[in-house]
Structure formats: C-alpha cells, structure tokens
C-alpha cells in the first residue's frame, strides 16, 4: 500500500441513478467505513464543524471508537459539511486513486439524497434554494425585499427568524431591480482594438450566475469592462442558475435538469469560440467539475466543462497569453485577499492572487488569507449554523482586521460578506481600525485599478 497525497486526485461519477445509491444501510456502512479512517487520520479537525463534531461523537463513546456510536447520531456530521471540497482537494490523502477510495464530500452529498429520496425534504432549505424564483421576486420589490432583509431592522429579522429560520444578525445579500443581463446589454462598453489581445480574436461569454445576475450585477459589469478593455468580444449570458444550493439540498435530480439546460445554451456559443466566463467559483465548479460527475456521459456538459473559466483565471489567461493592456494603477490602502474554498477546488492556482498581483503595488500591500471563512451558501445564514459559521472562519476575521487593508476581497461574494460582518465584530475594539466600506470582489478591485468602475 503506497501513503497518499503522492498522486493527484481523481474523482468518480456520482451513481446516483443506481438505486443502491439510496440505500441507507449501505449508506451507513461506507460511513462507518469512511469515518473510521477519518477517525484514525484527523487531519481535516480544523476545515469545518464536520470533523470536530464526528471526531467529539467518537471520542465521548464508552469505547473511544466508532463501534458504539450510533448511526442516528451522524445526522449532525452530515448537516454540518457545506461541500466545500477543500478536505478532498487540500487535506485528504486517502482520496483516489488511493486504494482507501475517500470522498468525504460527496458521501454526505449521497446521504442527503437518500433522506430526500426518503421523503425527509429540508423545507426551508428548499425555499431558499430556488434562487431564479427568489432572484426575479425580490427584484421586483428589490428596494422593500432589502429594507426587511436589513440586520438593523428589528421589526422584521426577528420574524424572519422564525418562520423562515434565517439568524437574525446574518448579513444577507441585497436583490436589485436592474439583473446582470439587462445592465450588461445597456451599458456594453466599447471593445478596445488597440488591446494586445483584440489581435487574438478573444471571445468571451460571461456566465451571469444567480448572484452576479440577481444580488451583485457589479461583478459582471466590472468583468465586462476589464474583459472589453482588453480587446475581448463579449456576451453576458444567463440560461439559468448552476443547481449549487440544490446540490446542496441532496437534489442531484435536479441538479442533473440544470446542468442539461445551461449546457445546451452554450453550446452554440461554444461552437463559435466563445469560452464561458463564470463569475463566482462555485458556478465554475460545477460546470468544470460536478456536472461531468453527475452526467459523465452527457457530450454538450463536457464539451461546457472543456469551455469554462473562472473569471479571475480567464483575466490572468490573458495576461500570460497576449499581455494586458495599460493603465492599471495602484490602489490605496493595500488589499486583504480571500481565496475562496470553492477556487481553491478548481485545482488551478491562486488566480486571484495572480490577478491582483497585476495590479501595480508596494510590498505589502497585498495579503492574502487561504482558510475556508467558514459561510457556505444559504447553510451560513441559518439559524442554527450562522455562529458555527462565524466560528469556523475567525481565524480569517482576525487576520483580516490584523493586516487592517483598506479593501477586503474574496473570489465568493457570500464569503466576503460573511468576512466583513466577522472584521466588524473583531475589530469593534481594536484601536485604529478601519472596517472597509464594502466587501468585494477581485474584479471590482481590478476594474478600479483601472478607472474603470
């Protein structure tokens, strides 16, 4: 037997049209087998509250081992993973191709669809997932939706708190009345010919993804400015939404439905040179990497997974195959960097810390974080995980407020809210601290680089 972490990690389709991949005993015996290794390892007891909360199961037994903990108690285990990937990617060395064959990830993401198989829907998560009904509702009463959505107002987060169980002091994201895609088709800047990568004939189709289309357009734009300043042709897209908060309702169904529609969407695109663009990591994730394990043998997802970037990796792309074009400058006050967990699972690199790294800057000026903040979609803003997840991603609180940036950055827009709510609570009495106006993305920050925003 050879130790892991020796060879790259290789991932096999989810079974999930095989009716054994619901079955609950069988289930529970690869759980008992998985953890058990996890048991004997631990070395992922400080990448979320799953591991602890297994670990603390196991270790408070009258055995100290997994024999005598009892099956029903692994419910907490599973509700507290947020699929973030990193323990498969980053931690694990028993993943494939390693005979030991872990995937923690995607062993809960198979219990969660059999218990939703089973009739035992998580009803709220299930409302809160449905992020193309939520995103066109809101926008309609976008300026109503973000006054009850404020973590001020008093009079209705404790309501919201108990009929739709969403913590009270959660930051939550705000709706607009203008999406992406309509924003993006009024204000289409002019393509920049004298761009070194205008001469390649660079298309690009910007993949709006829920949130840039309906809770932060800013993404986009910015995207498309940079992108249009460096000579690109460009479309801003959106067939719908990824299914992530579905993959993470055990939906996997319709995950599958999803995938097939925005894959066929593209496809003309693609076939006509257009690489897709997606503006958050978790979207990008799933068109490169969850879809083709959910539909392994569907050609119009792999030719998409072929197609897709991540917005950060397709600007820093350009830049190593053509150069960029002038006028980027520095920005005051340096950046605190986040590098979200589900970038980091892209296996590409730190792109967004090559990204800003293109900006013009002193030693220093730049710092970077690579810890999970600990939000993990609308899993962050529940009742009974917010705090968790505001403990999981202290330390990336407290070394933001430590390095005391006058931008804060983070490639997952949810994350650099979820961050900034924790700066203000850990640096409430740090003297001489200065909570950052906003948290943002590392394409707003280049776009203003470049005097663009």
């Not at 799953?50 to 285990?77: H, M, N, Q």
């Not at 959505?149 to 002091?169: C, F, P, Q, W, Y």
């Not at 917005?311 to 190593?320: H, M, P, R």
């Not at 917010?386 to 940036?405: D, I, L, S, T």
Request: proline share 6%; charged share 25%.
């Amino acid at each position: 037997m050879r130790e892991g972490s020796l060879e790259a990690p290789t991932r096999h389709p989810l079974d999930w049209q095989n009716p054994d991949f619901y079955d609950m005993e069988k289930i529970d015996a690869e759980m008992r087998r998985i953890f058990d290794i996890c048991h004997g390892c631990r070395r992922c007891f400080n990448l979320c509250d799953s591991f602890p909360r297994l670990f603390d199961l196991i270790d408070e037994s009258p055995t100290g081992e997994l024999d005598e903990v009892k099956s029903a108690d692994f419910k907490p285990v599973v509700d507290a993973c947020t699929l973030c990937d990193l323990c498969y990617m980053t931690k694990c060395p028993y993943v494939p191709p390693h005979e030991f064959n872990l995937d923690f990830p995607h062993l809960m993401l198979r219990y969660r669809a059999a218990e939703r198989k089973a009739g035992r829907k998580d009803a709220i998560g299930d409302q809160l997932s449905q992020t193309d009904r939520n995103g066109k509702l809101a926008g309609v009463v976008a300026g109503l939706a973000n006054w009850a959505s404020d973590r001020g107002n008093r009079l209705t987060r404790g309501l919201m708190e108990k009929v739709a169980d969403i913590h009270h002091d959660a930051e939550l994201p705000k709706f607009h009345s203008r999406t992406l895609v309509a924003r993006a088709k009024s204000e289409a800047p002019a393509i920049n010919t004298a761009a070194p990568a205008y001469a390649a004939k660079r298309k690009a189709a910007i993949y709006a993804t829920c949130f840039g289309n309906y809770n932060n357009p800013d993404i986009g734009i910015a995207a498309q400015r940079i992108l249009a300043h460096n000579g690109v042709e460009l479309r801003v897209e959106y067939p719908g939404c990824c299914g992530m908060p579905r993959l993470e309702q055990g939906d996997i169904e319709d995950v599958a439905k999803k995938a097939r529609r925005v894959a066929e969407a593209f496809s003309p695109l693609i076939d006509e040179g257009y690489d897709i663009v997606a503006l958050v990591p978790s979207c990008a994730l799933m068109l490169k990497f969850e879809w083709p394990l959910i539909l392994p043998d569907d050609p119009l997802v792999k030719k998409l997974s072929q197609a897709t970037f991540d917005i950060s990796e397709y600007i820093v792309d350009i830049a190593k195959q053509h150069g960029l074009a002038p006028g980027l400058k520095p920005l005051e006050g340096g950046v605190t960097l986040h590098l979200a967990c589900h970038a980091r699972a892209q296996n590409m690199g730190a792109k967004a810390t090559e990204l800003m790294k293109l900006i013009p800057q002193q030693p220093g000026d730049l710092a970077v974080i690579e810890r999970c903040a600990g939000h993990g979609g609308s899993w962050g803003v529940r009742r009974e995980f917010f705090e968790v997840g505001m403990k999981v991603g202290k330390p990336v609180m407290r070394a933001a407020v430590k390095e005391n940036k006058a931008h804060i950055a983070s490639e997952c827009p949810l994350a650099a809210i979820h961050i900034r709510q924790g700066m203000e609570r850990e640096g409430r009495d740090r003297e001489g601290f200065r909570l950052p106006e906003k948290a943002e993305h590392p394409v707003e920050l280049f776009a203003k680089a470049y005097g663009l925003m």
